[in-house]
T-cell receptor
């Protein structure tokens, strides 16, 4: 079974440029997460989807970040415009969504996209 | 305010010995705890979890202990193997609060030959 797929794996851009990350979750997984991981830190949740609905986007900086999961499968996270402080690893994860509790459902992470903003 | 704390950034253990990774938390509402393991250039992978109604959970070489009164949990790996060298993240959640997982900063474990 294929795992969570993310692309690109690495991205280098100049500040003020836009950037987009793509995630394809494990087939059949209803719940999709985007996390931000700064250097030396643990992952921090940005947004959680249940199918196509964003059920927790409280940590997403909405002035410059946006996300979508139009058909309830793959998802895109966008930053526009990027700032120097956005340099980090962006992780996508998915879970079956069968337990009814996102916090106890096992989450499967992709390899992440490492973003460098110059 | 860091709710999940892993105070040891790194730990070195001889192959075959026991590795003990520690984690403290501040939020008494947390009722579910997890450990994730991460290799370089890969995403974290789930290792083991424990509910607050238990004080121990074991899965092969991995055992997690929970001390609710001390707000402390630990992961024991016995015996330690070279493939265990990775970063270990402690995480916690409070289902009846906001239903999301809070991760610690991680501890890098080095297994020495």
């Amino acid at each position: 079974e294929a795992g969570v797929v993310q692309s690109p794996r690495y991205k280098i851009i100049e500040k003020k440029q836009p950037v987009a990350f793509w995630c394809n979750p494990i087939s059949g997984h209803n719940t999709l997460y985007w996390y931000l991981q700064n250097l030396g830190q643990g992952p921090e949740l940005l947004i959680r989807y249940e199918n196509e609905e964003a059920v927790d986007d409280s940590q997403l900086p909405k002035d410059r970040f946006s996300a979508e999961r139009l058909k309830g499968v793959d998802s895109t996270l966008k930053i526009q415009p990027a700032e120097l402080g956005d340099s980090a690893v962006y992780l996508c994860a998915s879970s079956p969504g069968t337990s009814g509790k996102a916090s106890t459902d096992t989450q499967y992470f992709g390899p992440g996209t490492r973003l460098t903003v110059l | 305010d860091q709710q999940v704390k892993q105070n040891s950034p790194s730990l070195s253990v001889q192959e075959g010995r026991i590795s003990i990774l520690n984690c403290d938390y501040t939020n008494s509402m947390f009722d579910y705890f997890l450990w994730y393991k991460k290799y370089p250039a890969e995403g974290p992978t789930f290792l083991i979890s424990i509910s607050s109604i238990k004080d121990k959970n074991e899965d092969g070489r991995f055992t997690v202990f929970l001390n609710k009164s001390a707000k402390h949990l630990s992961l024991h790996i016995v015996p330690s193997q070279p493939g265990d060298s990775a970063v270990y993240f402690c995480a916690a959640s409070a289902w009846n609060r906001d239903d999301k997982i809070i991760f610690g900063k991680g501890t890098r474990l080095h297994i020495l030959p």
